[in-house]
């Protein structure tokens, strides 16, 4: 019985040979049969192949081949940086993904966009902690093809675009994702990096269009700080300012005074400006009259 539905395209690209292991490996990942391996993680016990494994992720084969104890015990726990659930799909693609028929997230399940966004940052963490290249590669080219679907919608130049449901899509689906991307409170932050470059990508060239819908994009940018202050940096679009909340070590560029102390808040911030030089270096300065008047750049500061 197959679990995996290829399309003709896809079939054609495999010989009979890789057809029947893909085949294969699918039986043996439903049903664990032959199980030299056991993995476990949050309370789940995965009965895996360790030649399945390390033929497509680093880290398994560090574990099962290198002397560690796992490779002469068989069992590998994962704890605390990884979730079970995520283990799973990391599992879930090693067994049946195949990249060169270019079968790779459809190893999972026809995804929306909303579902994809969803368990993006995650699902891309746990590809670069479980050092599986092909997945990491998957998941960059998914999400630029569906940031570009969504261009192309606020740009009007997709068959739908017309459609107010699907233009409120192409605005929540990918800007959600951005206030997870841009949540500096996130502990893994730093690993979201290149997911959250593209996202940047994407709102700087639709800027224009994500700007005029006000509210609308406002919204986002107030939930995504970070976001804003990525924005002045790179654009120095200073109207996005206003949703910046300076971190509490920030002081004035020119008193050294701390620019806020309590704990940030969206609207009740204090008085403060920002100013972003010619290397997108964004600079603080508080509300003091002296302070105030020493800013001399002209047309790239904004006062909050």
């Known amino acids: 019985m197959s679990f995996i539905q290829l399309s003709d395209e896809q079939r054609k690209r495999l010989s ?18 032959g199980g030299d391996s056991v993995v476990i993680c949050d309370g789940i016990t995965l009965n895996l192949h360790k030649e399945i494994l390390c033929s497509r992720s680093d880290y398994f084969e ?13 069992v590998l726990v994962l704890q605390e940086v990884v979730t079970a659930y995520f283990v799973c799909l990391i599992v879930q693609y090693i067994y049946l993904a195949i ?5 790779d997230l459809e190893a999972y399940w026809p995804m929306n966009d909303a579902e994809f966004y969803e368990i993006l940052l995650e699902l891309y963490r746990h590809a670069a902690f479980f050092r599986v290249q092909d997945l990491k590669v998957a998941i960059m080219k998914e999400l630029l093809e569906r940031l570009d679907e969504s261009a192309k919608v606020l740009f009007g130049v997709h068959q739908d675009a017309s459609d107010p449901e699907v233009l409120k899509k192409a605005l929540h689906d990918p800007m959600t994702a951005a206030v997870s991307a841009f949540d500096k409170s996130n502990l893994y932050y730093d690993f979201y990096e290149p997911v959250r470059a593209e996202i940047f990508n994407f709102v700087e060239r639709c800027y224009k269009v994500l700007s005029d819908m006000g509210d609308e994009f406002d919204d ?3 939930r995504a ?11 120095r679009h200073i109207e996005n300012s206003k949703f910046i909340t300076p971190d509490r070590q920030v002081r004035c560029m ?10 940030p808040r969206f609207f009740h911030q204090p008085e403060f400006g920002t100013v972003a030089d010619r290397n997108g270096c964004v600079k603080y300065f508080c509300s003091f009259s002296g302070c105030f008047r020493k800013i001399t750049v002209k047309g790239c500061f904004s006062r909050n």
């Open 62 to 74: 560090a574990a099962f081949t290198d002397g560690f104890k796992e490779s002469r015990s068989g």
């Open 99 to 103: 990249p060169e028929a270019g079968y």
């Open 220 to 222: 986002y940018l107030r």
């Open 225 to 235: 700080p970070e976001l804003s202050l990525a924005i002045l940096k790179k654009m």
């Open 16 to 33: 009979d040979e890789q057809y029947d292991q893909l085949l294969l490996h699918a039986k043996l990942f439903h049903t664990g049969e």
């Open 254 to 263: 020119f008193c050294n005074l701390p620019i806020y102390d309590g704990p």
